[in-house]
């Protein structure tokens, strides 16, 4: 699995591509996404997170300031993000 993050105009943040991305493969519930290493990034405004699968499958995901602390996920995220379902 990889993941970018793409601003409001769907273009690719810097530092936060496919490419930067530290690849996932394993199962877990508790996997914590890097991009080189980076662990925090600081966005404003709208971003939409893009997942690529390939032999995989993705079941759930959760953005959270802390990541030691997942209760503390913003509950308002998925309107800050622009989620919504793809058909």
Excluded at 31 to 46: D, I, N, P, Q, S
Excluded at 63 to 79: E, K, Y
Aim: hydrophobic share 30%.
């Amino acid at each position: 699995i990889d993941v970018e993050v793409r601003d409001s105009d769907a273009k690719v943040v810097e530092g936060y591509s496919r490419r930067d991305f530290d690849t996932f493969t394993g199962d877990s519930i508790n996997h914590v996404c890097t991009w080189k290493g980076k662990l925090e990034a600081e966005f404003r405004g709208y971003h939409k997170l893009v997942f690529y699968l390939r032999n995989a499958e993705l079941y759930s995901f959760q953005s959270t300031d802390d990541p030691d602390n997942p209760s503390s996920i913003d509950p308002d995220l998925s309107r800050k993000l622009g989620v919504r379902k793809w058909e």
